[in-house]
T-cell receptor
Framework: GQNIDQPTEMTATEGAIVQINCTYQTSGFNGLFWYQQHAGEAPTFLSYNVLDGLEEKGRFSSFLSRSKGYSYLLLKELQMKDSASYLCAVRDSNYQLIWGAGTKLIIKP | IAGITQAPTSQILAAGRRMTLRCTQDMRHNAMYWYRQDLGLGLRLIHYSNTAGTTGKGEVPDGYSVSRANTDDFPLTLASAVPSQTSVYFC???????????FGEGSRLTVL
């Protein structure tokens, strides 16, 4: 079966750095997405990786290793507004998105 | 309208009733999707449409139907609601089948 694993919840301190991991087992691979979802709101797109390596976008970076079935989202200089759930999703060989359950990130002052 | 609009935003429904969740987008995206989101689970695909006039079943299609008469609208119908359909429903669209998804604000449905 297809599976996306990410931690249920993480806590970090304002101003610090946090890494949210995602491991996947899917039928084929056509890219990995990270979305941010604030409580009670819709998910919004953060990043997309299809090749191995690091993609940097401001305070957020996303890394992919296809051979290991592994990705992480790195958030730097954490702000209170970064408190949200972070969703990992993999597009499989049928171009369908398989979603992880999300990681709830709690930022403490 | 800007982006994707869903209606209603929230609804309480008696079991056995018929309900249609509306979704409209103004981005001229070809592909549209309906997901449900339940606590502790990832987003699960109910139905999708790659282009106007075509629809397909996702991971959890039972009890739901969709239509795609034109590019902009993609309504989701629950023919006879059951309590297990209590969930938050998100409509989404993408330009083609491989691009990022844009989500509506969600419809919170409670079936009693």
């Amino acid at each position: 079966g297809q599976n996306i694993d990410q931690p249920t919840e993480m806590t970090a301190t304002e101003g610090a750095i946090v890494q949210i991991n995602c491991t996947y087992q899917t039928s084929g691979f056509n890219g990995l997405f990270w979305y941010q979802q604030h409580a009670g709101e819709a998910p919004t797109f953060l990043s997309y990786n299809v090749l191995d390596g690091l993609e940097e976008k401001g305070r957020f970076s996303s890394f992919l290793s296809r051979s290991k079935g592994y990705s992480y989202l790195l958030l730097k200089e954490l702000q209170m507004k970064d408190s949200a759930s972070y969703l990992c999703a993999v597009r499989d060989s049928n171009y369908q998105l398989i979603w992880g359950a999300g990681t709830k990130l709690i930022i403490k002052p | 309208i800007a982006g994707i609009t869903q209606a209603p935003t929230s609804q309480i429904l008696a079991a056995g009733r018929r309900m249609t969740l509306r979704c409209t987008q103004d981005m001229r995206h070809n592909a549209m999707y309906w997901y449900r989101q339940d606590l502790g689970l990832g987003l699960r695909l109910i139905h999708y449409s790659n282009t106007a006039g075509t629809t397909g079943k996702g991971e959890v299609p039972d009890g739901y139907s969709v239509s795609r008469a034109n590019t902009d609208d993609f309504p989701l119908t629950l023919a006879s609601a059951v309590p297990s359909q209590t969930s938050v429903y998100f409509c989404a669209s993408s330009h083609g089948g491989a691009g990022e998804l844009f989500f509506g604000e969600g419809s919170r449905l409670t079936v009693l």
